[in-house]
Nanobody, 118 residues
Framework: QVQLVESGGGLVQAGGSLRLSCVVF????????LAWFRQAPGKEREFVAR????????NYGDSVKGRFTISRDGTRNTVLLQMNSLRLEDSAVYFC???????????WGQGTQVTVSS
C-alpha cells in the first residue's frame, strides 16, 4: 500500500550538511504524518523529527533541535530532512516512517546511511 524510499545519505565531515529525501509511493490519502528515525550500531532507535502530512506541524528530537529541519514537498510526495552542523554522534542509519493514525508508525523505508567523520 505504501512504499517509502529514502536517499541522500553519505559521508560528510563534522560541521557539514546533508539533505535526506523520503519519497512516498502508493496510498497517501488519510496519512497522518511522516517521521525520521535513526539507529546507530548498538543503540536503540531514536526519534529525529516528524511532520504532519498536511505540513502544518513539526516536532524534533532534543538532540537535533536547531540543526535539522523537516519539510514536505507536496507536489512530489517527498519529505526532506535538512541536516546542518552535523556531529559525529549523528552517524546512523536514517529511516523514514509513516502512519495513518496516531499510533505506531506502520510503514518504513529501507534506510540510508549517514556517516559523519572528524
Amino acid at each position: 500500500q505504501v512504499q517509502l524510499v529514502e536517499s541522500g545519505g553519505g559521508l560528510v565531515q563534522a560541521g557539514g550538511s546533508l539533505r535526506l529525501s523520503c519519497v512516498v509511493f502508493g496510498r497517501t490519502l488519510g496519512m497522518t504524518d511522516l517521521a525520521w528515525f535513526r539507529q546507530a550500531p548498538g543503540k536503540e532507535r531514536e526519534f529525529v523529527a516528524r511532520i504532519a502530512w498536511s505540513g502544518d506541524s513539526t516536532n524534533y528530537g532534543d538532540s537535533v533541535k536547531g540543526r535539522f529541519t523537516i519539510s514536505r514537498d507536496g507536489t512530489r510526495n517527498t519529505v526532506l530532512l535538512q541536516m546542518n552542523s552535523l556531529r559525529l554522534e549523528d552517524s546512523a542509519v536514517y529511516f523514514c516512517a509513516s502512519r495513518f493514525s496516531l499510533g505506531k508508525y506502520e510503514y518504513w523505508g529501507q534506510g540510508t546511511q549517514v556517516t559523519v567523520s572528524s
